[in-house]
């Protein structure tokens, strides 16, 4: 008898824990799906340090000038060493600098405009947000 015993506590054991909680009714809950767009906020990159740009002296060299221009590059630079420039490559290193500042200004006002929208939408989005709390 004993042996039946020990043999059908274990089982019993085993049994209610198999069966858990289920021997006890329950209402099974209701569950109620919501699809909630979730905006990423999006990192916006600093501006870049402003450009910090230095002078050059110009000098305008003719024949005229030539000896003055020569002592005084003397006394200044020490030694007789200078760079020159024709009038037609002055007119392209011009033009190029024109179009860097161009490019510039078009780039920054597209890095302002895509700031501008996506601070709006971030601002819509709040909006809507806090409309939906208030129907709850």
Same mark, same amino acid.
């Given at each position: 008898?004993?042996?039946?015993?020990?043999?059908?506590?274990?089982?019993?054991?085993?049994?209610?824990?198999?069966? !858990?909680?289920?021997?006890?009714?329950?209402?099974?809950?209701?569950? %109620?799906? #919501?699809?909630?767009?979730?905006?990423?906020?999006?990192?916006?990159?600093?501006?870049?340090?402003?450009?910090? *740009? #230095?002078?050059?002296?110009? /000098? +305008? +060299?003719?024949?005229?000038?030539?000896?003055?221009?020569?002592?005084?590059?003397?006394? %200044?630079? !020490?030694? *007789?060493?200078?760079?020159?420039?024709?009038?037609?490559? /002055?007119?392209?290193?011009?033009?190029?600098?024109?179009?860097?500042?161009?490019?510039?200004? %078009?780039? #920054?006002?597209?890095?302002?405009?895509?700031?501008?929208?996506?601070?709006?939408? %971030?601002?819509?989005?709040?909006?809507?947000?806090?409309? !939906?709390? !208030?129907?709850?």
């Amino acid at each position: 008898m004993y042996s039946t015993v020990s043999k059908a506590i274990p089982l019993l054991i085993l049994t209610l824990i198999i069966n !858990g909680c289920s021997l006890i009714p329950k209402q099974p809950r209701e569950v %109620e799906i #919501k699809t909630v767009e979730v905006r990423i906020p999006i990192q916006h990159p600093v501006y870049p340090r402003p450009i910090d *740009m #230095k002078e050059p002296k110009w /000098y +305008v +060299v003719s024949n005229k000038n030539l000896d003055e221009f020569l002592t005084n590059i003397e006394k %200044e630079a !020490g030694q *007789m060493v200078f760079v020159a420039m024709s009038v037609p490559d /002055y007119e392209l290193m011009a033009y190029n600098l024109q179009e860097i500042k161009r490019f510039v200004k %078009e780039t #920054k006002e597209v890095i302002v405009y895509y700031r501008t929208v996506m601070s709006d939408d %971030e601002e819509n989005i709040e909006e809507k947000s806090d409309n !939906g709390k !208030g129907n709850d």
